[in-house]
């Protein structure tokens, strides 16, 4: 079965200091792995996705993620926060059976402090 | 290009009253997902639909929830007799084709049941 684990429920940076967020992935096959964000009362945005060609994914607002797969990790980063930032953030495993349903953790709320 | 569309934001149902929440997908697209986000959780997901056709309601609970995708109109998540628990918000994505890597979010459903 495919799954994502994102090892921290919160994490708390400082305004200019880097970002990483963990997660971690199960599967019996090369997975699909998409990083999405989600603002207070908002909608999901996508930030990258990893579909089996590069390792190092890059997205927008500055944020890139790496698939490793002797780590199965897909840990998002960002070399420096911005206030605008803070959010929930979802590391998401696409199935790959007829649905291509996605699988979302559990989430991962950031706080950025001044 | 209009994005997915989903109405009403914000909907407050009391206990025993049926909830109708509308999904538009993206132009040119006919694969429509429904996800369901608990409060503090990450989303979980309910039904997959082509037009006219539910091909996965895996998601679903087994009594008083519906969907439904038809040939001319917006995709319908339909709850009967509302309860507290679905209290939630209610997403919907929609995809060109089934194996398009990427889903588009709408900007949510809030279910609020009194």
């Known amino acids: 079965a495919q799954s994502v684990t994102q090892l921290d429920s919160h994490v708390s940076v400082s305004e200019g200091t880097p970002v990483l967020l963990r997660c971690n992935y199960s599967s019996s096959y090369s997975p699909s792995l998409f990083w999405y964000v989600q603002h207070p009362n908002k909608g999901l945005q996508l930030l990258l996705k990893y579909t089996s060609a590069a390792t190092l994914v890059k997205g927008i607002n500055g944020f890139e993620a790496e698939f490793k797969k002797s780590e199965t990790s897909f840990h998002l980063t960002k070399p420096s926060a911005h206030m605008s930032d803070a959010a929930e953030y979802f590391c998401v495993v696409r199935l790959m059976d007829s649905s291509y349903k996605l699988i979302f953790g559990s989430g991962t709320r950031l706080l950025v402090r001044p | 290009n209009a994005g997915v569309m989903q109405n009403p934001r914000h909907l407050v149902r009391r206990r025993g009253q049926e909830a109708r929440l509308r999904c538009s997908p993206m132009?040119?697209?006919?694969?429509v997902y429904w996800y369901r986000q608990l409060p503090e959780e990450g989303l979980k997901f309910m039904v997959y639909?082509?037009?006219?056709?539910?091909?996965?309601e895996s998601g679903m609970p087994k009594e008083r929830f519906s969907a439904e995708f038809p040939k001319e109109g917006p995709s319908i998540l339909r709850i009967q007799q509302v309860v507290r628990g679905d209290s939630a918000a209610y997403f919907c994505?929609?995809?060109?084709?089934?194996?398009?890597?990427?889903?588009?979010f709408g900007p949510g459903t809030r279910l609020t049941v009194t």
């Open positions: 639909l082509q037009k006219e056709n539910i091909i996965d």
């Open positions: 132009k040119g697209h006919s694969h």
């Open positions: 994505a929609s995809s060109p084709e089934v194996s398009s890597y990427e889903q588009y």
